[in-house]
Structure formats: structure tokens, C-alpha cells
């Protein structure tokens, strides 16, 4: 459990938008562009799919899944990840 407490504390502590990552606005329109920085958002916090699964409670192939970009994910599973992982997306 403390190891789970250890990834939610470093977890709050991020605060960063998506223009963090160097993405230009044009760019978060595509559905490849966001798995890319979802899964490279989860292995800078080092976090596995499965950790990632659990604390968004989504299943681990879910996850999978959406970062594969094989899987038209809902917007509130997507959601769900980004806010674990301190992201938000903002849509015009």
C-alpha cells in the first residue's frame, strides 16, 4: 500500500499541461498523437500499465489498448488516465 501512496503523492505533484511536452495545439487532434503522450507521460512517472489501470480504475488491457491506439477510447476512460497522471485535455 505505500508503494501505491508513494505513485498517487508523486502523481498530485503534477501540475503540467500538454504544451509541456513540446505538442503543438493542432497536434492533440489525433488520436496517435495522444497514446504517444499518454504513454510517455506513464513511463516519465514510471508507471506500468498496470499500475496505470488500477489507479484510473480502467483494466490493464484498456489501458493497453489505448495507448496502442488500436482502441477508440471513451472520452471519460481517456479522461480517467489523463487525471492520474496530472494531464488535462482541452478540446475547441
Not at 26 to 39: F, K, W
Amino acid at each position: 500500500m505505500a508503494h501505491l501512496d508513494e505513485c498517487l503523492a508523486r502523481l498530485k505533484k503534477v501540475v503540467t499541461e500538454l504544451e509541456d511536452l513540446g505538442l503543438s495545439k493542432e497536434r492533440y487532434e489525433s488520436a496517435a498523437i495522444l497514446s504517444d503522450v499518454i504513454t510517455g507521460e506513464r513511463k516519465k512517472q514510471r508507471i506500468t500499465q498496470n499500475q496505470l489501470g488500477e489507479l484510473a480504475d480502467l483494466s490493464t488491457v484498456t489501458v493497453q489498448q489505448i495507448e496502442s491506439g488500436k482502441r477508440t477510447a471513451s472520452f471519460a476512460n481517456v479522461e480517467k488516465v489523463l487525471n492520474v497522471l496530472g494531464k488535462s485535455l482541452w478540446i475547441k
